[in-house]
């Protein structure tokens, strides 16, 4: 089963190893990023920070098989690289309720709507989408922060252009 | 709630914690306590000492020091034969974000300290032999 998706632009990090394992208490993490799969360097030093305990999968964003993630007893996180590839997910098979922002860095054209997450117009129409098709999106970067909502976020990416 | 003490030379204690926070979040019961060069020893006796009870809820106070002999531990270990309190000296990150977690599991404070001082060393590691010996056996 698929306990939380996550966005974050530096997938296996700190905040994860250190915040989101313990408290999510899942025994699989898959990383599903096309970049990071290619890199056996890469995959070896993001699956060295996670215990031996947790599997841990990294594979190119094709060849995720979500639906199989979400139907098996094994609690996931699931990770994306960038907004981009969240519907690609959702049209393979992915069905949760929720989507969690964790670090989306600033670049030209994006805006910041919480300490860690700037959104681009064409990112936050993505996640409007999702939002329409019932999916409940918040900007938490750890637990213990107070999730920040979409009507928010989007609200917040107004006031800041 | 067992209190959390990070005591240092310099501005290292307050840094410590804010990048703690930066990975997990707010820290409850936690304060900070320095010792900047010239600061009278007197001084940071009444530092560390409101520090603690700062963040003593009643379940004692874990004092996390840089240094082994650094004054900011030698003070610290003046305190504990009064107080229940436990003195660890050569703090570091890994070792922070175990004494915020472990808080939550049933343990009496001379076990929690002693577990945060083994967990620290396990913590450092050389990291590019691990990733040399990972790559031989990968996992992923």
């Known amino acids: 089963m698929i306990t939380l998706v ?3 632009n530096r997938l296996i990090h700190g905040q994860v190893v ?3 394992l313990p408290h999510l208490k899942v025994s699989r ?3 599903a990023d096309d970049e ?5 360097l890469i995959r070896a030093a993001m699956a060295l920070a996670v215990q031996s305990a947790i599997e841990v999968q990294i594979l190119p964003l094709s060849q995720v098989d979500f639906a199989a993630l ?3 007893g094994v609690r996931t996180l699931v990770l994306l690289r960038d907004v981009a590839s969240v519907p690609f997910a959702y049209a393979h098979g992915l069905n949760l309720g929720e989507l969690n922002l964790g670090n989306v860095h600033f670049g030209t054209g994006r805006r910041q709507v919480s300490p860690s997450v700037f959104l681009a117009e064409a990112e936050l129409r993505t996640l409007q989408q999702l939002a329409e098709q019932g999916v409940r999106v918040e900007a938490r970067a750890v637990p213990a922060e107070k999730p920040v909502e979409l009507p928010d976020l989007s609200e917040r990416w107004v006031k800041a252009g | 709630m067992v209190g959390l003490v990070v005591a240092s030379h310099g501005r290292l204690a ?3 914690v804010s990048t703690a926070e930066q990975i997990v979040g707010k820290l409850p019961a936690v304060a900070t306590c320095n010792i900047e060069p010239g600061t009278p020893v007197e001084d940071l006796r009444a530092k560390m000492k409101q520090a603690v009870s700062r963040v003593d809820t009643g379940d004692g106070v874990i004092i996390l020091a840089d240094l082994f002999g650094g004054t900011p531990c030698k003070e610290s270990l003046m305190m504990c034969q009064r107080m229940n309190l436990e003195v660890l000296a050569g703090v570091n990150l890994p070792m922070l974000l175990k004494a915020n977690s472990l808080r939550s599991e049933q343990m009496t404070l001379p076990e929690m300290a002693n577990q945060l001082a083994s967990y620290g060393q396990r913590n450092i590691t050389c990291a590019s032999a691990l990733l040399r010996e990972a790559q ?3 996992r992923t």
């Open chain 1, 29 to 31: 993490v898959v990383v």
């Open chain 1, 18 to 20: 250190e915040a989101w």
């Open chain 1, 6 to 8: 996550r966005v974050d």
């Open chain 2, 14 to 16: 307050e840094e410590l």
């Open chain 1, 70 to 72: 979400s139907k098996d």
């Open chain 2, 136 to 138: 031989q056996q990968p």
């Open chain 1, 36 to 40: 990071a799969a290619s890199s056996p």
